[in-house]
């Protein structure tokens, strides 16, 4: 597994760009908040950490991760943001729902950053356990969130370089 070999919190801070002036939405489910509640804390932290100032960074909630992408839809055409980071939380279960809502959110997501012209970030835990998903949640694998937020960062300004 690739978060095995990597904690989701490593990076070389040299490496991320400012986010001094930029607005970033987060769309974050409230569907198993436990967890992405701190995909939120690690999320808001490494935005501010990286100069984005706490009035810039809009915060919705939604009831599950499948209104994930509606949420970010709104942002994007309602918010004036750079960037909008999804976070959620599909832990396996006994049904396909599973299978159906991360799918869901992963072409919505896809189908977002090619319709907008803004990056639009996939912070959707996808487990197998809740185990699973807290060592990715703040746990021994780090914290998907911080990596959302980088990730957000260095694609505005990927974004900026082309503009």
């Not at 970010?72 to 809502?101: M, R, W, Y």
Request: hydrophobic share 40%; net charge negative.
């Amino acid at each position: 597994m690739a978060t095995e070999l990597q904690n989701l919190s490593s990076y070389d801070p040299t490496s991320v760009p400012s986010g001094k002036g930029k607005r970033i939405g987060i769309v974050v489910s409230e569907w198993n908040y436990f967890v992405t509640g701190s995909l939120l804390r690690g999320a808001y932290d490494t935005l501010v950490k990286f100069g984005v100032e706490s009035e810039d960074i809009i915060v919705e909630h939604v009831p599950g991760s499948f209104e994930l992408t509606h949420g970010a839809k709104i942002l994007i055409e309602k918010a004036n943001v750079d960037s909008v980071i999804i976070l959620g939380c599909v832990i396996q279960g006994e049904t396909p729902h599973f299978t159906f809502v991360c799918d869901s959110v992963t072409q919505g997501t896809t189908q977002l950053n090619l319709q907008y012209h803004i990056p639009v970030v996939f912070g959707l835990l996808t487990a197998n356990t809740l185990d699973q998903a807290k060592a990715r949640a703040g746990g021994r694998h780090g914290n998907k969130g911080d990596e959302a937020a980088i990730t957000a960062l260095k694609m505005i300004a990927l974004q900026s370089k082309y503009k």
